[in-house]
Nanobody
Framework: QVQLVESGGGLVQAGGSLRLSCAAS????????MGWYRQAPGKQRELVAAISSGGSTNYQDSVKGRFTISRDNAKNTVLLQMNSLNPEDTAVYYC????????????WGQGTQVTVSS
């Protein structure tokens, strides 16, 4: 089985920072892109940031300049450093892993709650 284990969520004051981590384990023969999605109450799940196997990144406009996605291929881990958090960032954050170029997201984490107080 393949598991994506997320950590780092929690409660933080507006303007603060959190660092999310997602470690993939199990029989994954190759990993292409890795990313983070989030879903706020009453809203659709949306892409926050993604990083390709080569290190290219994409960010949702609302988090550009505040969030940084990175990966450690040796550890099959993707990180999301979140700075200057605001209440609009409150959501459940989900790690996602793709196994082929431009393919659909194959694996998902259980989600970790991020709550930003005002």
């Amino acid at each position: 089985q393949v598991q994506l284990v997320e950590s780092g969520g929690g409660l933080v004051q507006a303007g603060g920072s959190l660092r999310l981590s997602c470690a993939a384990s199990g029989k994954i023969f190759s990993i292409d892109a890795m990313g983070w999605y989030r879903q706020a109450p009453g809203k659709q799940r949306e892409l926050v940031a993604a990083i390709s196997s080569g290190g290219s990144t994409n960010y949702q406009d609302s988090v550009k300049g505040r969030f940084t996605i990175s990966r450690d291929n040796a550890k099959n881990t993707v990180l999301l450093q979140m700075n200057s958090l605001n209440p609009e960032d409150t959501a459940v954050y989900y790690c996602a892993v793709g196994i082929s170029t431009r393919g659909p997201w194959r694996y998902w984490g259980q989600g970790t709650q991020v709550t930003v107080s005002s």
